[in-house]
Nanobody, 114 residues
Framework: VQLQASGGGSVQAGGSLRLSCVAS????????IGWYRQAPGNQREFVGR???????DYADSVKDRFTISRDIRKNTMYLQMERLRPEDTAVYSC?????????WGQGTQVTVSS
């Protein structure tokens, strides 16, 4: 199973970006699939996730600014990021669980300048 993240880039504070994570298997086959991020010098932190049933939850730091969605036909999960802040700068990676087995995609860099 492979997860391929893309869509990162550089934006100014207040801007928007949309990240994509394409899975080599059906998105619906993942018990949960979501995003983590890691800034330089920091530990990786949870951003948000979506369950097989379509429920979502988010870290408090991104709630009301970030939205996770999915397109089952395209085996793709999205992270829509609004009102970006410099502290959102990090490498964003997608992560998914099928049963008890976890899978990670490579990261995509998001840089937010003030």
């Amino acid at each position: 199973v492979q997860l391929q993240a893309s869509g990162g880039g550089s934006v100014q504070a207040g801007g928007s970006l949309r990240l994509s994570c394409v899975a080599s298997r059906s998105i619906s086959s993942f018990k949960t699939i979501g995003w983590y991020r890691q800034a330089p010098g920091n530990q990786r932190e949870f951003v948000g996730r979506i369950t097989a049933g379509g429920d979502t939850d988010y870290a408090d730091s991104v709630k009301d600014r970030f939205t996770i969605s999915r397109d089952i036909r395209k085996n793709t999960m999205y992270l829509q990021m609004e009102r970006l802040r410099p502290e959102d700068t990090a490498v964003y990676s997608c992560n998914g669980y099928r049963g008890t087995v976890g899978y990670w995609g490579q990261g995509t860099q998001v840089t937010v300048s003030s």
